[in-house]
């Protein structure tokens, strides 16, 4: 694992509920135009594998008690004009009123003020989607001769330029960064080549494979068979050949074979057949595979992420066992994500801006509630007691409105 920046805890007797309204509502409060003068406010073995699955039964006690209610009542399309349109559940929208060529005016005088004024490039970039802000960078260079990522590079420092840059790459840019640094850095970092593969769509997937090769001249199967091996490597590639179920309807019969055929390639006969599992668990649909988990326990007489823990050990195991997370409730596997970036002393700073900027667009709506069942808090809570300054108001930003 390469290591990760970690930034003391501050103070823990801050009012942290009012200063969370304060800093939300320079994001979501009525003034909409940013103004210069505004001011935002060792272990064995036996003891690891222990705690992974403590880990992973509080992880479904946490959530399932209440998946079946979310289920109902999550239909996810409302109708535009008489025609279904999908729900949407990210935190970023469009800024009203849009104009490219204001704000990266706005952005030049800012970034060139004595001092920089880090509360108005904040302003601009967490109110605009990632669209807007995609054109803001063609307008920014056209009329400065300059590329606003390598002047905002220069101006800002530590985590406020680390998620600045973020909020400039594209969807497919950002995943294809942190899949090479997670490959290039000092060793490998499996759990975020997990991440961003089980949670991208087939169409996603593929743009991020394109915009690698175009980024670093550089197959992205090519550099994960380079830095991974075995069984764990053949599930990476089988998430990377895009080819996964993306229907909402469920075969019954298919997820009744699945299970017998997941139970007979492990507790039922001698070693593992690993490559069933992964066939199955990297081709089939979140819900088609939610009732393969549920017929399982018809066949066995363990749950499937304990005959996982049984039958296989080190990264597939962790691989199969966050697959099997994100199909049971996606929302819920990256609220895991930030807790555990928080919690503890320090704080993962990469895995809060990793998530916080590629799921705000996508289901940030949805993690931030999930996260409050979860763990009896709001996550914005847990970001003021981990962070400050102007990196903090990003990440508030970023949650959405109260």
Not at 68 to 87: I, N
Not at 307 to 327: N, P, Q, S, T
Request: charged residues 30%; contains cysteine.
């Amino acid at each position: 694992m390469w290591p990760v920046r970690f930034s003391h805890v501050t103070a823990q007797n801050k009012q942290r509920y009012t200063r969370y309204t304060q800093v939300s509502n320079k994001f979501t409060g009525a003034e909409e135009s940013p103004n210069r003068s505004e001011v935002l406010e060792p272990l064995d073995l036996s003891s690891c594998s222990q705690i992974k699955m403590s880990l992973f039964k509080k992880f479904f006690n946490d959530i399932i008690h209440n998946r079946d209610t979310d289920h109902d009542d999550d239909d996810d399309s409302v109708k535009v004009k008489g025609k279904p349109k999908p729900k949407y559940y990210g935190t970023v929208t469009p800024y009203p009123n849009f104009n490219a060529s204001s704000d990266a005016s706005v952005l030049q005088s800012a970034i060139e003020s004595k001092g920089v004024d880090e509360d108005v490039i904040i302003s601009v970039l967490v109110r605009r989607n990632n669209e807007q802000r995609q054109k803001i960078k063609v307008v920014y260079e056209a009329s400065t001769g300059k590329k606003l990522d390598e002047d905002l590079k220069g101006a800002l420092r530590s985590d406020l330029e680390d998620v600045t840059l973020a909020l400039l790459m594209t969807p497919a840019q950002f995943d294809a960064f942190q899949l090479r640094k997670a490959t290039k850095g000092l060793g490998t970092d499996e759990d975020i080549l997990v991440e961003i593969l089980a949670t991208r769509s087939n169409q996603e997937i593929c743009e991020i494979k394109r915009v690698f090769k175009e980024e670093y001249e550089e197959e992205l199967e090519d550099d994960i068979k380079d830095d991974t091996s075995g069984d764990f490597t053949e599930a990476l590639l089988a998430m990377l050949k895009a080819n996964k179920d993306e229907s909402t309807e469920v075969d019954m019969a298919l997820a009744q074979k699945d299970s017998e055929t997941l139970f007979e390639s492990g507790e039922n006969t001698d070693g593992t057949n690993v490559s069933a599992f992964i066939d199955i668990l990297t081709s089939r649909s979140g819900p088609q595979l939610t009732k393969t988990f549920e017929n399982y326990a018809s066949v066995s007489d363990i749950t499937l992420p304990k005959a996982l823990e049984m039958e296989l050990e080190g990264d597939i195991e962790d691989c199969l066992v966050d697959i099997v997370k994100c199909a049971w409730n996606t929302p819920a596997f990256f609220a895991e994500k930030l807790n555990q970036a928080m919690k503890g002393y320090g704080t993962c700073e990469e895995t809060l801006i990793r998530v916080l900027v590629s799921r705000s667009e996508v289901d940030l709506k949805k993690i931030v509630e999930q996260y409050r069942v979860m763990y009896n808090r709001r996550v914005q809570e847990d970001i003021l007691e981990e962070t400050d300054g102007h990196y903090q108001q990003v990440l508030i930003g970023l949650c959405g409105p109260h």
